[in-house]
C-alpha cells in the first residue's frame, strides 16, 4: 500500500463530484509516485486566502458553489503545470470541470507530445470515482480539513482522535470548508450535473476513461487506482 513505484505516472485526471475523494485519493498518488497533486478548488482557495486578483474575482462564485470562469481556471493551470516539479507526472483534481477545460487540457498536451523536451509527453490517464448519491452527501458534509498541514478527517468515516483535532499538525483545530455548507452542496452538485458529467462522457467516447467503484473504503479505492496506473505502464 505505502510502497513506492518507480515508474513515471505521467498525467493522470480525477474525475468525480465533490465529496468522491478526489483530494483524499490524490493525495496519496502523489506520495506513491512522487508527483504533484495539482488541485484547482485548493489553488483558488490559496488566491483567496492570499487576496490576489484571481482570488477575488473567485471568492463570490465559490461561495454560491458556481464554478469559475474557464479562462481564468485554464491560465491558473498552466502556470502551475510549467512549474519544474509537473515535468515527471502530475495529478489534477477537480479539473477539467467543463467540456471547454477537457479541450484546452487537450490542446495543451497535443503540442506537448511533439516537444521533446518535455518528458511528461503522454494523453492523461482519466480515471473517474464512482459514488452513491447519499454517500456523497455523508462525505460532504462530513468533511473536515486542517488548515496546517492539509490532512482531510471525516467525522462519519474518517474521525480524528480527539475530536475536531488533527492527530498531526500538533492539535490544530480542523475546519470545515465555506462551500461544503448544506446550502451550497446542491448547487455544487448541480454544477457537477450539468457542466462536469459531459467531461465524462468526453473521455469515455475518446476511450480514455477508467471508472473507479469510489464507495469502497479508502485503501480499496487507492489499491483499485495503483492497479489501472500499474496495469498502464506494465
Ligand atoms: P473543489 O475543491 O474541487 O470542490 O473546488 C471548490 C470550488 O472551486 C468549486 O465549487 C468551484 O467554484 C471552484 N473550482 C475548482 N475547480 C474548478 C474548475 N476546474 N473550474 C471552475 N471552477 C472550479
Known sequence: MTQETSHDAGPLV???PPG?????QAKRIMARFQIPQVSTGDLLRENV?????LGLAAKSVMARGELVSDDLVCTMVQQRLMQPDCRRGYVLDGFPRTAAQAGWLDALLEHELFDNSRPTRAWPIVISLDVDYNQLLLRITGRRSCPTCGRIYNVHFQPPRVDELCDLAHATRLVTRN???????????TAYQEQTRPVADYYAHTG??????????VDDVSDQIYRVLDDHHA
Open 208 to 217: 480514455r476513461l477508467v471508472s473507479v467503484n469510489g464507495d469502497l473504503p
Open 179 to 189: 462551500d461544503d455548507r448544506l446550502e451550497v452542496i446542491q448547487p455544487r452538485l
Open 14 to 16: 480525477l474525475l468525480g
Open 20 to 24: 468522491a475523494g478526489k483530494g483524499t
Open 49 to 53: 486566502a492570499r487576496g490576489t486578483e
